[in-house]
């Protein structure tokens, strides 16, 4: 028999097993042996598509060199188009991608963070998107750090609407943005401990009594997942 | 009578609440030299809601100006990860309260996104949506401007704009049965078709409005004093607004015609007939300006949308056909807003055992969305206002981020204020229209 049309058998890790998230006693939905696996890691070769490869050859011409020397990896997924930028070489890509003419995102829309603590090596990731209203493009400019080396350096100064967008990173994933003329908490407390938006920080509440029975916090309770 | 002061590392601190300011003068007589710090909020009236302000005076001149937000932070990205896609909606809606259409919209188009059925959405869905943001945006700026006006003292524009306001805040819970926080947008389209008689009150929204705008205008546009108020203050040009990533209507004021209406058009903005507002003098004033023609914009996209909706688009779902998306949100209007429609409750209940197992499964677990991340924007009342949504597959989002344009253009209010008046610092933040709602999340 042939395998050839057979779909590949999946490599990701286990992400979960079960609907419910059930681990205190039996699933009983019939889907405790459900294996959900991750989601691939994306990594789109040439071409692209669009503007996207304009893009990519403008950013490899103004940086003078290969483009893999900079960018680990570009996806695109969704009619989107992101560059996954060596932290080292960040300040260097953003103000290339700012100041050439061939380029030109001038508009910034923020620091947005997102913490993946199954990715090891690269927990924390500073997701920037770009808007080039010169030549009406958009572009996502990704850079990830390990969690046991928080650091990436600050972008205020080539966009400086990063200050605030910095500071909330800061305030919620504990990302250190290295350069920042001032990183202080800016939703939370001065004097709050930890940060909230980690998956490992607990969302919150306490379990309750109901007619005898206790109904633990929202982040511990059975869900589908 | 001296008033009540402390020692500090940093000098005298005197702490007034009202009242004392007589006691206050009498003290500091002989000091001018001295500067003075003024903590301006969060609870202060002409700040916009919990929006904290220190000012550096030297005189009635701002040395410094620096914003502390946070006081409004409700955790809403968080708690976003703690529930299904399609109630996500009810927690965005509450960010910027002003604008709660938008919210969903954005939302709602990068949920879309990562499930691949942003062309599926119908019609209807996209014109009634249209409909909707541009209702919202004449009432968001009606209190913009309304607010605006009693901040400088004058107290017609704040009971005008609220009037009109609530002209549209009828029609909103005419649509959809609430007056704020609708969760009227949902991933695939909207959760409820237009109920009867609802063009027929939109229609007599369109023929009041227009007069209601030019009442706004005639007592506004060439006032003197609110001309002195607001020409030439808080003038913040192209450049800075680039780099501060200030988008809106301040952007457009100092003369750059970016509206993602029309550069990158969404929901089918292409296919409207209307004009970018734009102005030249970048102050307080050209953003006035701008929000008025925007308001005027904003009618005659409703105008068309409405056309469409009485037209063509009758009778066409709002939701997309993919029964594993779209809920089945069967609702009817009752006699104490929506509810559950009888009719859908007679079938699930006593007729189709698979339609109940199918409404229970899709409203307590809800539907997975494809792993990956999105990033949507629609042209929001105060600019840009864009989604980065981030899916791990599962049937909750894995970080939901707004990129609120309030939050991002108070950081133009150093920029504005510093060097100014301190009367001036009112009307710089009032032209910025921050809504903490939005700002803080």
Known sequence: MSTDNLPGVPEEPIARLGMFGAQDSGDTSGYGGLVVRRAP?????????????TVADELERALGGDLADAVERVVVDRGELTFHVKRERLLEVLRHLRDDPALRFELSLGVSGVHYPHLEGEELHAVYHLCSITHNRRLRVEVSCPDTDRHIPSSVSIYPTHDWHERETWDFFGIIFDGHPALTRIMMPDDWDGHPQRKDYPLGGIPVDYRGAEIPPPDQRRSYK | MSAPYEETTEGKVYTVSGNDWTELVATLSGQQDEQLVVNMGPQHPSTHGVLRLILN??????????????????????????????QGTTLVTRMDYLSPIFNETAYCMAVEKLLGITEQIPERAQAIRVMMMELTRISSHMVAIGTFGMELGATTPFLFGTRERELVLDVMEYITGLRMNFAYVRPGGVSVDLPAGAVDKVGELLKEMPKRIKDMRKLLDANPVYLARTKDVAYLDLTGCMALGITGPMLRAAGLPWDLRKSQPYCGYETYDFEVATQKTADVYGRYLVRMTEMEESLKIVEQALDRLAGPLKGQRVMVDDKKIGWPAQLALGPDGYGNSP?????????????LIHHFKLVTEGFRVPAGQAYASVEGPRGELGAHVVSDGGTKPYRVHFRDPSFTNLQAVPATCEGGMVADVISAVASIDPVMGGVDR
């Open chain 2, 57 to 86: 005076l030297d005189g009635e001149t701002v040395t410094e100006a620096r914003t502390a937000i946070g006081y409004l932070h409700t955790g809403i990205e968080k708690t976003c990860e703690y529930r299904t896609w399609t």
């Open chain 1, 41 to 53: 890691r994306l990594s789109t070769p040439r071409p692209y598509g669009g503007y996207f490869d």
């Open chain 2, 343 to 355: 009719d859908h409750i007679a079938h699930i209940m006593g007729g189709s055992m698979e339609a």
